[in-house]
Structures are given as C-alpha cells and as structure tokens.
Nanobody, 116 residues
C-alpha cells in the first residue's frame, strides 16, 4: 500500500489550498477514504471522510470550509480547503479505513502552514 500526499504549502489566513492523495495497493473504488491532520504536540485528527458512494463527513471545525472529493479513475482523493485559519496549520495525511479504523499505512503527509 502506498499513499502519496501533495499540494501543501504556505498560505495567508483566508487563503485556499487543494491537497491531493494518490493511493495504490488497495481496491480504491470500494474504499472509504479520509483526510487527517496532525499539528505539533497534538493528536492526529480526522478532518474529512468520503465513502465509496461519495457520502462525505466533516467535523465542525472544518465544516463549510473543506470539501473532500474523489476520482476513482485516478485512485485519488482531494481536499479543497478554503478560508484557511492559522489553526489549520498541520501535516495533512490521507488514509483508507478498515473495519478497525484508519489503516496503519500512513504516507509522508504534506505540510500546510497558514500564516501572515
């Protein structure tokens, strides 16, 4: 299994970024996928989830600002992040869900820094 995230960077508050994650080694089209983030000194948290039937779920902290999508033909998930805040600063990871939760196959992540 390989998960490769990209698209992070430095952005000013109120700005936007679009993250991408290409997955291989899994049956992507039937997998529930998620975007997670981990800020320094904090636990990793789920920020977006999309099922195989395109149902999405977001925590209140990002609802209305983040949109997750998927392209099964490219085995890729995306995270469109708008109205970014300094508290969104973290390393962002994607992963797929097993019956026990997110898999152990974490990628290298992509750094998102929101700062003026």
């Amino acid at each position: 299994v390989q998960l490769v995230e990209s698209g992070g960077g430095l952005v000013q508050p109120g700005g936007s970024l679009r993250l991408s994650c290409v997955a291989s080694g899994i049956i992507f089209r039937i997998s529930t996928m998620g975007w997670f983030r981990q800020a320094p000194g904090k636990q990793r948290e789920l920020v977006a989830q999309i099922t195989n039937v395109y149902k999405t779920n977001y925590p209140d902290s990002v609802k209305g600002r983040f949109i997750m999508s998927r392209d099964n033909a490219k085995s890729t998930v995306y995270l469109q992040m708008d109205s970014l805040k300094p508290e969104d600063t973290a390393v962002y990871y994607c992963n797929y869900f097993t019956s026990r939760g997110p898999s152990d196959s974490w990628g290298q992540g992509t750094q998102v820094t929101v700062s003026s």
